[in-house]
């Protein structure tokens, strides 16, 4: 069975950093990209990025809102994708979901709530 | 980036309703769209996939249809446990984005 776990969510200050993890089990990890999306409270989904598999380059790409603060990054030995978050704003507080693929998400973890606020 | 759009954002009927909500696409994505179920609290559950087809699990009352840039999604006899907001999604490019949802609960 497959299975996405997210960790690392918290209240954090303006201008401050915070890395999500995603623990996989159920799959062959390496195989396959993993997205991030995040859903601002009462709002829609909005996809942050993802990181494809080393297969495909492990290279990553981001949404303009996020690029050049946040980062991706996978380790597959440990089945795990981070999301390195910094230079955070009140604009970023939403529950962060992520997911297995790049275009179509069957599986998502149960997301994790990142509260921006002083 | 291509944006999507939902119609309409909410709506209410009855139990055994037929329920139709529309998305259309800001260009020509041919049928590269998914129509996902979100319940509060929950993550997004994959309905329909590549605009037409049921995922595996998923009740035969959902359905989908379209290509390009107009889509429809059905359900077909409206039940309790389908309240919830559905999201289209595109993926004909990146980013892969999601319509602003429409929330369906029962009158």
């Known amino acids: 069975e497959v299975q996405l776990v997210e960790s690392g969510g918290g209240l954090v200050k303006p201008g401050r950093s915070l890395r999500l993890s995603c623990t996989a089990s159920?799959?062959?990890?390496?195989?396959?990209?993993m997205s991030w999306f995040r859903q601002a409270p009462g709002k829609g989904l909005e996809w942050v990025g993802f990181?494809?598999?080393?297969?495909?380059?492990?290279?990553?790409e981001y949404a303009a809102s996020v690029k050049g603060r946040f980062t991706i990054s996978r380790d597959d030995s440990k089945s795990i994708a981070y999301l390195q978050m910094n230079s955070l704003k009140t604009e970023d507080t939403a529950v962060y979901y992520c997911?297995?693929?790049?275009?179509?998400?069957?599986?998502w973890g149960q997301g994790t709530l990142v509260t921006v606020s002083s | 980036d291509i944006q999507m759009t939902q119609s309409p954002s909410s709506l209410s009927a009855s139990v055994g309703d037929r329920v139709t909500i529309t998305c259309q696409a800001s260009?020509?994505?041919?049928?590269?769209l998914n129509w996902y179920q979100q319940k509060p609290g929950k993550a997004p559950k994959l309905l329909i996939y590549d605009a037409s087809n049921l995922e595996t699990g998923v009740p035969s009352r959902f359905s989908g249809s379209g290509s390009g840039t107009d889509f429809t999604f059905t359900i077909s006899s409206l039940q309790p446990e389908d309240i919830a907001t559905y999201y289209c999604q595109q993926y004909d490019n990146l980013p892969p984005v999601f319509g602003p949802g429409t929330k369906v609960d029962i009158k």
């Open positions: 990181i494809r598999s080393k297969a495909y380059g492990g290279t990553t």
């Open positions: 997911t297995r693929d790049a275009t179509t998400f069957v599986y």
């Open positions: 159920g799959f062959t990890f390496g195989d396959y990209a």
């Open positions: 260009q020509d994505i041919s049928n590269y």
